[in-house]
Every structure is written in structure tokens, then in C-alpha cells.
């Protein structure tokens, strides 16, 4: 699957994409700072060049066990020369290159990874390049975060399983309704959200009648860690008999703890 992103770089839009987990971004967009009318002119152009043929081989050979040295090798002597020509799709299907992709249809144009993308922004501005990188780098940490909340969430789920299950076989007799036991679930998931967050499920669909989802889906990083340790030292009290009351009351006391631990540990990260 295909995935794409959009990086604006000095009000102009450069298209990205990612193939298997590998991201290119469009030497056509790129391109187009120089020559709006004739990106692909421009592309043709810096192929021409032979400190561009050398830096394509050198990358290829680097990273590309099929890369084909004997073509890449014929490219390289007649590279520079007046009547030398070379258009992307060439360069890929002659030496079975990896760096570039052309690519048709509506996100059609030429593509590079990062590192032939920076090399080909370089030539075109050295302004534009150095703007076009510190843009790419915040959409990859844009990512890593997400990345990051998506890990956790997924560790809350996993948690919430060990939790029902503590509810399950110590807190529901034997022989109720489903609805019954629902109502007991829901109680104990109220637990740590009043905890953690000061309310429960209903009254935060209350206060927020216009959002999708719960509060978690809206949790940051933290708030959905705390929780997460929370469900295992619920499920550990649950076995171990303590009251609904006396668990509501510790876990809080951990959660603010918690959070003033994590909180403080971002403050510090942010002074590095």
C-alpha cells in the first residue's frame, strides 16, 4: 500500500510517497522551482551531468544488490558529453535502480528517496534544499509521535484485557446477565477514569457532546501510559480483595504521581 504525504516547503506543495516503508519524495515538485513550465527538462538536465551519473552509481551500488554496474558504467563515460541524454525511466530500467521511481497517473511525476532528492534540491537551491529538509524532518517526527501514540494505545488495549479479566473472575458472581455484568465493567473502567481523569465515561460524553469516541481517543502520551499502569495495579488489587473505595483512592494517589514523573521528564527534554 501506498502511502502519501504533502510537505510545504516556502508556500509550494512537494508531493511524498512511501513504498514499502520507504519514502520518496517528487523531484517534479522540486523541479518546478526552477522551471514551473518544464519540470522534466529541468530532471533531464541535472542527469546529464556526470557528478550526478556518479552519485546515482555510487548510492545504487551502496544500496542496491541488483543494481546494474555494467550499464551504469556506459551511462557514466558518455555523461557530460553534448549529445548525452538521459530520462529517469531510462536510468531505472537500464541499471535496475531503486533511488528514483517515475510513476504515472494523478500523483504521477519522478520520485527519489530522501537522500537523491536532497542531492537533486541542492543543485536546483541550495535555499529551497536546506527548507525542504528541516520540512521533511518535522513530518518524520510528526510520525515518529503518532507512531509512538498508536504504541501506546495499543498497550492500553492490551491492558484492558488483563483488567476485564481480574473483574471477571473476582468481582462478577456467577450466573448474571450479561447487562449485569456489564454495569460492573463499566464501574471498574470508571475507576481509573476517575482516577486518572477526574470523571467518568458518562460525564465526559456530557461535557462533550460534539466528539467521537472516548477519552481516550483524545488522551496525550502520558495520560494514556498512567492508565495503562493503572489497569495492571487494579487488576493486582482486585485479586488481592481491596475495596472499590480503597483502590479508587491509591490509584489516584499513583496516577498524580505519575504524571508529575512523566511531565517533569518532557520539561526536561525540551531544556536539552
Given at each position: 500500500m501506498?502511502?502519501?504525504?504533502l510537505?510545504s516547503v516556502?508556500?509550494?506543495?512537494?508531493r511524498?510517497?512511501q513504498?514499502e516503508?520507504?519514502?520518496?519524495?517528487s523531484l517534479?515538485?522540486?523541479?518546478?522551482?526552477?522551471?514551473?513550465?518544464?519540470?522534466?527538462?529541468?530532471?533531464?538536465?541535472w542527469?546529464r551531468n556526470r557528478n550526478t551519473i556518479?552519485?546515482?552509481?555510487?548510492?545504487?551500488?551502496l544500496?542496491?544488490?541488483?543494481f546494474?554496474?555494467?550499464?551504469?558504467?556506459g551511462?557514466?563515460?558518455?555523461?557530460?558529453?553534448?549529445?548525452?541524454?538521459?530520462?529517469?525511466?531510462?536510468?531505472i530500467?537500464?541499471?535496475?535502480?531503486i533511488?528514483?521511481?517515475?510513476?504515472?497517473?494523478?500523483?504521477?511525476g519522478t520520485?527519489?528517496i530522501s537522500?537523491i532528492?536532497?542531492?537533486?534540491a541542492?543543485?536546483?537551491?541550495?535555499e529551497f534544499?536546506?527548507y525542504?529538509l528541516?520540512?521533511?524532518?518535522r513530518m518524520?517526527?510528526?510520525e515518529?509521535?503518532?507512531?509512538?501514540w498508536?504504541?501506546?494505545?495499543?498497550?492500553?488495549?492490551l491492558?484492558?484485557?488483563i483488567?476485564t479479566?481480574?473483574?471477571?473472575?473476582n468481582?462478577i458472581?456467577?450466573k448474571?446477565?450479561?447487562t449485569?455484568?456489564?454495569v460492573i465493567?463499566?464501574?471498574?473502567?470508571?475507576?481509573?477514569n476517575?482516577?486518572?481523569?477526574?470523571?467518568t465515561?458518562k460525564?465526559?460524553?456530557?461535557?462533550?457532546?460534539?466528539?467521537?469516541?472516548n477519552?481516550?481517543?483524545?488522551?496525550?502520551?502520558?495520560?494514556?501510559i498512567?492508565?495503562?499502569?493503572?489497569e495492571n495495579?487494579?487488576?493486582?488489587?482486585?485479586?488481592?480483595g481491596?475495596?472499590?473505595g480503597e483502590r479508587?483512592?491509591k490509584l489516584?494517589?499513583i496516577?498524580?504521581?505519575?504524571?508529575?514523573?512523566?511531565?517533569?521528564n518532557?520539561?526536561?527534554?525540551l531544556l536539552k
Open positions: 501506498v502511502k502519501r504525504n510537505i516556502k508556500d509550494v506543495t512537494i511524498t510517497i513504498k516503508g520507504v519514502d520518496y519524495i517534479t515538485d522540486i523541479a518546478k522551482q526552477k522551471n514551473s513550465v518544464d519540470p522534466n527538462g529541468v530532471i533531464a538536465n542527469l556518479e552519485y546515482l552509481g555510487l548510492w545504487e551500488t544500496h542496491n544488490p541488483n546494474n554496474p555494467l550499464e551504469f558504467e551511462f557514466r563515460k558518455q555523461a557530460g558529453l553534448n549529445a548525452f541524454t538521459l530520462s529517469p525511466t531510462q536510468w530500467e537500464s541499471t535496475n535502480a533511488g528514483m521511481i517515475a510513476q504515472a497517473g494523478r500523483y504521477g520520485y527519489a537522500d532528492a536532497f542531492k537533486f541542492n543543485w536546483v537551491s541550495v534544499e536546506l525542504l528541516m520540512e521533511y524532518q518524520k517526527g510528526a515518529q509521535k503518532q507512531i509512538a498508536t504504541a501506546k494505545r495499543e498497550l492500553s488495549k491492558n484492558y484485557h483488567h479479566d481480574a473483574i471477571k473472575n468481582l458472581p456467577e448474571v446477565t450479561q449485569q455484568a456489564s465493567y463499566a464501574e471498574e473502567a470508571d475507576v481509573l476517575v482516577a486518572m481523569f477526574g470523571m465515561a460525564q465526559w460524553r456530557e461535557a462533550n457532546p460534539d466528539l467521537k469516541g477519552i481516550r481517543d483524545y488522551a496525550t502520551i502520558n495520560e494514556l498512567c492508565p495503562a499502569n493503572m495495579l487494579n487488576s493486582v488489587l482486585i485479586n488481592d481491596v475495596p472499590q479508587l483512592i489516584n494517589q496516577a498524580i504521581h505519575q504524571m508529575q514523573v512523566l511531565e517533569n518532557e520539561s526536561r527534554k
